[in-house]
């Protein structure tokens, strides 16, 4: 099993840049794909971001890229979505997600999430 703590959310201004970190429990972290997926309000969960086990595929929903960076630490065991020119509509909660398949079956794990507000 798999414990996501997510932090460094915060009030923004248009422009700025913020860095949020996932810490993963379990010795296993290594093995997920991990992401980032965001929540607005009034609106359903959207992927963000994902990275893969070796840290070397990447993915980013259109929005986001060329502003956002993900990267994953496994010798720490520490997720992290550097996030750049920040704009309005990147206001929601945001939250760690690790994801694995074995034989089939999908096993995914959510953080609690971590508030990013960009006022204009």
């Known amino acids: 099993q798999v414990q996501l703590v997510e932090s460094g959310g915060g009030l923004v201004q248009v422009g700025a840049s913020l860095r949020l970190s996932c810490a993963a429990s379990?010795?296993?972290?290594?093995?997920?794909?991990m992401g980032w997926f965001r929540q607005a309000p009034g609106k359903e969960r959207e992927f963000v971001a994902a990275?893969?086990?070796?840290?070397?595929?990447?993915y980013y929903t259109d929005s986001v890229k060329g502003r956002f960076t993900i990267t994953r630490d496994n010798a720490k065991n520490t997720l992290s979505l550097q996030m750049n020119n920040l704009k309005p509509e990147d206001t929601a909660v945001y939250y760690c997600?690790?994801?694995?398949?074995?034989?089939?079956?999908?096993?995914?794990?959510w953080g609690q999430g971590t508030q990013v507000t960009v006022s204009s």
């Open positions: 997600n690790a994801y694995t398949e074995v034989s089939g079956r999908a096993t995914s794990y």
């Open positions: 379990g010795r296993t972290f290594s093995s997920y794909t």
């Open positions: 990275i893969s086990w070796t840290g070397y595929n990447t």
